[in-house]
């Protein structure tokens, strides 16, 4: 069980450079929507649902960014490096 757990931290490891490599290379920016008065945005949230919205409406879009055009590729290679750290973790763990 822990050679299974460890070669599939490398096959995950492997297989999400890979992926996040194409997926970097071939995918354009995202085409963002900017909101021309970004103040006047932010106080009619903050007026309809008071300052924590405020910071969970600006949580949401950056999440959001996170899954689209180049910054795709980049989240694909990190949530891949940390599953296979916590594979060989895992694996490591097993051994003792």
Avoid at 40 to 53: D, L, P, S, V
């Amino acid at each position: 069980m822990q050679k299974r757990i460890f070669y599939s931290g490398v096959v995950i490891l492997f297989a999400g450079l890979l992926g996040a490599v194409l997926i970097y290379a071939l995918s354009t920016d995202a085409e963002t929507v900017e909101i021309a008065n970004r103040q006047a945005y932010e106080f009619q949230i903050e007026r309809i649902g008071g300052k924590a919205t405020v910071y969970l409406v600006r949580l949401n879009e950056w999440l959001i960014s996170l899954w689209h055009g180049k910054q795709l590729g980049i989240t694909v290679g990190v949530l891949a490096i940390v599953i296979a750290l916590l594979c060989f973790w895992v694996a490591a763990q097993m051994s003792e």
